[in-house]
């Protein structure tokens, strides 16, 4: 049984407080970043990077109208993030995760050529399975819970979906809760 905690939208101050429960666990995450090219940022990043987390790419802007637009406006959106992440962690990411997921209504027109142009170029995109609903309106430390836990509930396979931007404290504040309570239950 395996579940597979992914954050998007960092990294923030939210990143750090998600690495020092990480590390509580020994648990390694994957980071699907934003550019962001304040020191800070960087510095975030690499520390993820080299506790052994995963960095993907996700946006540049992670403005839906404007990256959707066509497959170039996409691809010139992804190569910056891509770059940026090369340059902090020396290394050449390889996942990524569309905004909004591979299946949203901005890119119903692009998404196959983009997913086939990555794709071609060695990349893979991983949507998810389980959701904490942490971008949602009106979320809380206990629907991100509740959603996390019956998420994963049966499943012998989770890709669970949260987000490490600024304002996300109650999802630091679940994931508090989720790991012990996955951990408990085998996971």
């Known amino acids: 049984k395996t579940v597979y905690l992914t954050f998007d939208d960092g990294p923030s101050t939210r990143t750090v407080e998600i ?37 993907g790419v996700h946006s540049t802007s992670h403005s839906y109208k404007e990256i959707y637009k066509s497959v170039d406006s996409f691809l010139d959106d992804f190569d910056t993030c891509f770059e940026y992440l090369k340059d902090i962690t020396n290394d050449v990411p390889s996942i990524f995760r569309f905004p909004g997921g591979s299946v949203n209504s901005f890119n119903k027109s692009v998404r196959k ?25 009106n979320y809380s430390e206990e629907s991100i819970y509740t959603n996390v836990m019956m998420g994963c509930k049966g499943r ?3 890709v669970v979906l949260m987000h490490d931007s600024a304002g996300k404290t109650e999802t630091v504040a679940a994931l508090k809760r989720i790991i012990p309570e996955l951990m408990e239950q085998g996971y």
């Open 19 to 55: 690495l020092d429960i990480l590390d509580q666990y020994d648990i390694k995450a994957t980071f699907f970043v934003v550019y962001n090219d304040s020191d800070k940022a960087r510095e975030i990043i690499s520390r993820a990077y080299a506790s052994g987390h995963t960095i």
């Open 113 to 137: 050529d983009i997913a086939d142009e990555l794709t071609r170029r060695g990349f893979t995109y991983f949507d998810w399975n389980v959701s904490g609903e942490d971008a949602t309106k």
């Open 156 to 158: 012998n396979h989770s």
